[in-house]
């Protein structure tokens, strides 16, 4: 499978990327014009798009990837094509807010799913690092003082920049010194943060996260018992320390997150979505189509009874898509985590592979939604990655010379 592309339009669309997330954390900061975040936007939609311009050749995308990575763009077309409330108005508003990008972006990662771009993407999620870091200390008091306007400000810049800390946490060994202190910066400041305001998916997320880590450590980079005896300790002593820490203190420094430890924010929800899509029925198998709503009555502050987005991501495609989008999300995931688990020989592939459990197990969590930004491209060109039997073939020596 290999794809030919310029690395002129790989730098382009990395940019675009990059701006198009500039003008979506605007749109949670208050005071910026609504149509000063659309310029922005527009400029990174526009750039993304000179992918599409010159026709390019695609080698090798046959066999099993072939037939399910067809089957999903396909499916994904339709849910666009799904669209009973087209207007000018929602054309714009599926342009700008990641619902056109989204379905298409599958496509447009294709073409840089090559590990020789591996740089490229490093330095990506590098600026989105030090981009996190300066928005959260210019807008820190707001973000903690700002009621539910600075919690959606923060969630807003923890989705679109700060989610890359994970991929960062996973493959840290690729990352230089800079890279390795703004990962641990931006790590630090998006779990602070979220302990003050209590978000509990946030801090699962990562700790999870820290874990599949340290268990791939233990079982493929650590050799020796007296090493793995050592991490074990070490885990150990600072797991009973956070316990005895967060036993005593945490109720003073962290009430808001103990009030909501035991809170139930998703069974309503769900109750109310699988009441109006029911379990086996026609839509639940293909969806109601970009524009898809569902019956949900009293959740919503502003008082309409529909909702066009769930917090949970499965249900997000089960809604816009039905099961059948789920089932090739998974055809085409699963199998990809099994070939870079078990059948590589480099740990790359095998990060790139965990990284897709974290992501695909998350699609469950309460908060995670399914949306154009930097954790989806990272799975994408993950999932891609670990299809290539070549890279899997690599020892880490090699990998490492063509990252470099």
Known sequence: ?????????????????????????????????????????????????LVF???????????????????????????????????????????????????LAPIMIYKIADLSNFKYILFLVLCLYKTFVFFIVLLFPFIIMGGNSGLNCYESLNASLATATLFGILIQNYLNKEGKRWLFVASILALI??????????????????????LYRYKYVLVSFKHKLKVVLVWLFIGVSLFLFLKFL???????????????????????????????????????????????????????????????GYLELILKGGGTFVLLYLLLTI?????????????????????????SGFLYGIGSYFSFGIRYLLLIYCVLICYKKTYRGMSDYEISNIIK
């Open 1 to 49: 499978m290999k794809v030919i592309m310029p690395r002129c339009k790989i730098k382009l669309f990395l940019v675009g990327f990059y701006i198009f997330t500039i003008g979506v954390c605007f749109m949670s900061i208050p005071g910026i014009p609504i149509f000063m975040n659309r310029f922005i936007q527009l400029i990174g939609i526009n750039l993304i798009l």
């Open 53 to 103: 311009i010159k026709r390019m050749s695609y080698r090798g995308i046959n066999g099993y990837l072939g037939l399910i990575f067809c089957l999903f763009i396909l499916w994904q077309i339709i849910i666009i094509a799904r669209d009973d409330k087209f207007s000018l108005w929602n054309f714009q508003r599926y342009l700008f807010t990641p619902g056109y990008l989204l379905y």
């Open 193 to 214: 943060i979220a302990l003050i305001l209590g978000r509990r998916s946030i801090i699962i997320t990562y700790l999870v996260t820290i874990v599949f880590y340290q």
């Open 250 to 312: 945490g109720p003073v420094l962290f009430g808001r997150l103990f009030d909501r430890m035991m809170d139930d924010t998703r069974s309503v929800v769900e109750l109310s979505f699988f009441a109006d899509i029911i379990p086996g029925s026609y839509e639940f198998w293909v969806g109601r189509g970009i524009s898809g709503t569902y019956y949900a009555p009293g959740i919503e502050e502003n008082g309409t009874d529909y909702r066009e987005h769930i917090e949970s």
């Open 335 to 359: 199998p990809a985590v099994i070939l870079g688990l078990f059948y590589s020989k480099n740990n790359f592939c095998r990060l790139a592979a965990i990284y897709c459990i974290i992501y």
